[in-house]
């Protein structure tokens, strides 16, 4: 009895080809795309911008600070849940918890980026018009701008665009249902 239990289960079990197969679906590779680009800004400002300011002779407690913009990703095990938990209070009711809290940080995160700008505007002014210094320091400003540029208008276009989507086909998905059970 037992032995034929095994030989089903063998049985069932998929192929390499299949098993790989399922990573190839524009689903899943949409999710890893987003997946690999939201692990990368902790990348480049972890490792790469912690290098170049020991390079450039900043001192420890400075990059210490800097050091410190990977907590949100080292505590998520801790905020994660509380997201899945709580409502945004306006944008539940409208969009669900989970598309409310995708519009939230998509907000947080374009307002992020246009401080971001403006203060690099602001900081690059100053050095190169005030302190007189250019060179290296203003190539890598703008490199840095460039790169958060290159990095977020992709990923708050396709989150815009996922959520858009899926709004579009709830709406679909519930005016058929509404059709066919008046």
Do not use: C, Q
């Amino acid at each position: 009895m037992a032995a034929r239990s095994d030989v089903r289960a063998a049985a069932a079990r998929p192929s390499l080809t299949e098993t790989v197969a399922v990573y190839l679906k524009p689903r899943v590779l949409v999710i890893m795309f987003l997946g690999f680009s939201s692990g990368l800004p902790l990348a480049l400002s972890g490792s790469t911008l912690l290098v170049w300011m020991t390079e450039a002779g900043v001192n420890l407690g400075t990059i210490g600070l800097f050091a410190l913009v990977g907590t949100p990703y080292t505590i998520k095990f801790l905020w994660a849940p509380l997201i899945d938990a709580l409502d945004v209070p306006l944008l539940t009711r409208r969009f669900g918890r989970r598309r409310g809290w995708l519009l939230l940080a998509r907000h947080v995160a374009g307002t992020a980026v246009g401080g971001y700008l403006l203060l690099m505007a602001v900081v690059i002014g100053y050095y190169y018009g005030v302190a007189r210094v250019g060179g290296d320091f203003i190539k890598s400003a703008f490199t840095g701008t460039a790169m958060l540029i290159a990095i977020a208008l992709p990923l708050w276009g396709a989150a815009s665009w996922l959520t858009e989507r899926r709004r579009r086909r709830d709406n679909d998905t519930a005016g058929k249902r509404k059709a066919h059970h008046p």
